[in-house]
């Protein structure tokens, strides 16, 4: 699709114009503060997350598995400071280039996934989910914007892709030792589906794969 596109971002259905708003309102306003300035975006598509990221004093690497995304990136965000990567997140490898996908080394103090998830079929979903919150340090920070149906059984009936989460799913990035600090919404959309802003946390000293922390049933509070 990035390729057929032509470098006409209108063609890309999933792209927005600047950085995402709950991104930068998050950014203003950050629940939780990062430990450090190391920042992953997975999903990166055409850069606008990363860059925003990069203007605000982090140093980001920004990852997609589509090297002609990266490429577009690299070309619309010459001028920001960014280190763009082709890299799967779901099969780990050597770093990657710009032919071949590959591993991001090391872990983020801030890690944001912005609707890479629910581009996904339900069968991998939660290996990436999964694999997301593992990127996250001792001490840091992941934020995750997505669209939620109302329950699991509107999940499952909804067109696609992107296909919304039920709300069930977001205890996956719990999996890997993460704590739930917000869940922040919106008014839902006419379908009933609702676009969420979430923030976790990796409690300091806890290595990636530890066993879930608290945090669970913490309310969905509006925005």
Same mark, same amino acid.
């Given at each position: 699709?990035? #390729?057929?596109?032509?470098?006409?971002?209108?063609?890309? @259905?999933?792209?927005?114009?600047?950085?995402?708003?709950?991104?930068t309102d998050w950014?203003?306003?950050?629940?939780?503060?990062? @430990?450090? #300035?190391?920042?992953?975006?997975?999903?990166?598509?055409?850069?606008?997350?990363?860059?925003?990221?990069?203007?605000?004093?982090?140093?980001?690497?920004?990852?997609?598995?589509?090297? =002609?995304?990266?490429? +577009?990136?690299? !070309?619309?965000? !010459? !001028?920001?400071?960014?280190d763009w990567q082709?890299?799967?997140?779901?099969?780990?490898?050597?770093?990657?280039?710009?032919? =071949?996908?590959?591993?991001?080394?090391?872990?983020?103090?801030?890690?944001?996934?912005?609707?890479?998830?629910? %581009?996904? @079929?339900?069968?991998?979903?939660?290996?990436? %989910?999964?694999?997301?919150?593992?990127?996250?340090?001792?001490?840091?920070?992941?934020?995750?914007?997505?669209?939620?149906?109302?329950?699991?059984?509107s999940a499952r009936?909804?067109?696609? @892709?992107? +296909?919304?989460?039920?709300?069930?799913?977001?205890?996956?990035?719990?999996?890997?030792?993460?704590?739930?600090?917000?869940?922040?919404?919106?008014?839902?959309?006419?379908?009933?589906?609702?676009?969420?802003?979430?923030?976790?946390? #990796?409690?300091?000293?806890?290595?990636?794969?530890?066993?879930?922390?608290?945090?669970?049933?913490?309310?969905?509070?509006? =925005?």
């Open positions: 699709m990035y #390729r057929a596109a032509g470098r006409d971002t209108a063609q890309v @259905p999933w792209h927005h114009v600047g950085a995402h708003p709950l991104l950014l203003e306003q950050p629940v939780a503060t990062p @430990p450090g #300035r190391r920042a992953l975006v997975t999903g990166c598509g055409l850069g606008d997350d990363a860059a925003a990221l990069a203007v605000a004093g982090y140093e980001v690497t920004g990852v997609d598995i589509a090297p =002609s995304a990266i490429a +577009w990136a690299r !070309r619309r965000h !010459r !001028r920001t400071d960014v082709v890299a799967d997140l779901l099969a780990p490898g050597d770093t990657g280039d710009d032919s =071949s996908p590959g591993e991001v080394a090391g872990d983020a103090d801030l890690v944001v996934e912005i609707g890479t998830v629910r %581009m996904l @079929p339900g069968v991998v979903r939660d290996a990436m %989910m999964d694999a997301v919150a593992r990127r996250v340090a001792p001490g840091g920070v992941l934020v995750v914007v997505t669209t939620l149906a109302k329950d699991a059984e009936h909804a067109a696609g @892709p992107p +296909w919304p989460q039920a709300p069930s799913e977001l205890a996956v990035y719990r999996g890997p030792g993460l704590v739930r600090l917000a869940l922040e919404h919106g008014d839902p959309d006419p379908d009933g589906t609702v676009q969420v802003r979430a923030t976790y946390q #990796r409690p300091a000293g806890t290595p990636p794969g530890a066993a879930g922390a608290a945090g669970e049933g913490l309310p969905i509070v509006p =925005s």
